[in-house]
Each structure stands twice: as structure tokens, then as C-alpha cells.
């Protein structure tokens, strides 16, 4: 059963820094890594989807990296910003139709 | 962009009550999902649906829920005879061929 850990549970930075989310998993032999943003009491918005045979995905001042054969993966936001405050999730899929488990999620708060 | 819609976004019943949840997935897509998510927890995986059929289901996903795709673009999800321990957020997705999962804005479910 696959099994998907996220730490640090919560994360406070001031605004400017880079920070790293880090993801893991127990089963590594996974089709895709999806991350998710989810703002308080809302739904999950799609940032970056890295396939099994990809290394890394990047979009604007985020990058998600895969390291399939440890099980992990980490989203790195650049130069962070208070818009950035939300809870990040990852989601691993084993196959192409098949369900994603999810983490439990970074929350981050970044200060002004 | 085309986006996942939901409605209602909250719905209170009676517990016992039927409730059905309704989504329009984005048009080209095949693959459509329910997740749920009870306040402070995960989100979890209840349901896949491909080719009209039930892909995969969870544990969670017993005889009381039902999912049907009743036109070529709504998908529902039933519930019947709800009971408290079934307030969530329910969350539909879908997913086209690149594998990329977008999520609508759920649904609240409040269970009396």
C-alpha cells in the first residue's frame, strides 16, 4: 500500500526566500507525481505533473524534482511571496487511470 | 481555460437523507474522479470512472455511494442514506491523456 509523507507539516519563511517542500513515497515503482496547491476551504489547483521516466518539471519560480528510485520529491519556490501562503500537496498515481494518493500536505505561511 | 465545475458547493442534509453531487468534468477528458476530504484530514480517494464504468474504487466506496455519468457531460456522485461521519469536502476531477488531474471546487457536504 502506498504510503505518501510530506515534511515539513507547516513551514513559516519571511517573503524573499527560496524554500524546499520535500515528498516521499514508499512504493517507488509510480506512473506520475502531481503537485497541488489548496488555498483554506478551497479546491486543489494543478502546479506542476512529472512523469515516472521525467527528473524535474518547472514552471514560473517553482521546480519539482523526481528521484524515483529513493522514493522522493521535492518542490523548490523561489524568491517566495505572501500570495504563496497555501497548503501544498503531492499526489502519486501507479497507473494511467488509477487513483493518486495523497500526502497530508506543507502548509506555508511566508510573511510580508 | 476549461475548468472542473461542482455544484452544489455546500449542501446540508438529514442524516439518512439521499444527496447526489454533481460535476461537469472538462469536455475531452476520460478519466473522472471523486475524492473526499473530512476538515483537517487528507484527501482521499473514492472512485474512478472510465469508458462508463467503475475504474477503481476505495474502501470508502461501499454500497451507499453510486457514481453514474447519466449524458455526455455530467458525472454524479450518490450517496445514499447519509450518515454524519459522511460530512466532507467531495472533490470531482478528471484527467486527460497527458495525465495532468484537475480538481472542480467541491462540494461541502453537512450531515445533520
Known amino acids: 500500500k502506498q504510503e505518501v509523507t510530506q515534511i515539513p507539516a507547516a513551514l513559516s519563511v519571511p517573503e524573499g526566500e527560496n524554500l524546499v517542500l520535500n515528498c516521499s513515497f514508499t512504493d517507488s515503482a509510480i506512473y506520475n507525481l502531481q503537485w497541488f496547491r489548496q488555498d483554506p476551504g478551497k479546491g486543489l489547483t494543478s502546479l506542476l505533473l512529472?512523469?515516472?521516466?521525467?527528473r524535474e518539471q518547472t514552471s514560473g519560480r517553482l521546480n519539482a524534482s523526481l528521484d524515483k528510485s529513493s522514493g522522493r520529491s521535492t518542490l523548490y519556490i523561489a524568491a517566495s511571496q505572501p500570495g504563496d501562503s497555501a497548503t501544498y500537496l503531492c499526489?502519486?498515481?501507479?497507473?494511467?487511470?488509477?487513483?493518486?494518493?495523497f500526502g497530508d500536505g506543507t502548509t506555508l505561511t511566508v510573511k510580508p | 481555460e476549461p475548468e472542473v465545475t461542482q455544484t452544489p458547493s455546500h449542501q446540508v442534509t438529514q442524516m439518512g437523507q439521499e444527496v447526489i453531487l454533481r460535476c461537469v468534468p472538462i469536455?475531452?477528458?476520460?478519466?473522472f474522479y471523486w475524492y473526499r476530504q473530512i476538515l483537517g484530514q487528507k484527501v482521499e480517494f473514492l472512485v474512478s470512472f472510465y469508458n462508463n464504468e467503475i475504474s477503481e474504487k476505495s474502501e470508502i466506496f461501499d454500497d451507499q455511494f453510486s457514481v453514474e455519468r447519466p449524458d455526455g457531460s455530467n458525472f454524479t456522485l450518490k450517496i445514499r442514506s447519509t450518515k454524519l461521519e459522511d460530512s466532507a469536502m467531495y472533490f470531482c476531477a478528471s484527467k486527460g491523456t497527458r495525465g495532468e488531474q484537475f480538481f472542480g471546487p467541491g462540494t461541502r457536504l453537512t450531515v445533520l
Open positions: 512529472i512523469q515516472s521516466s521525467q
Open positions: 499526489a502519486v498515481r501507479h497507473t494511467n487511470a488509477g487513483k493518486s494518493t
Open positions: 469536455s475531452n477528458h476520460l478519466y
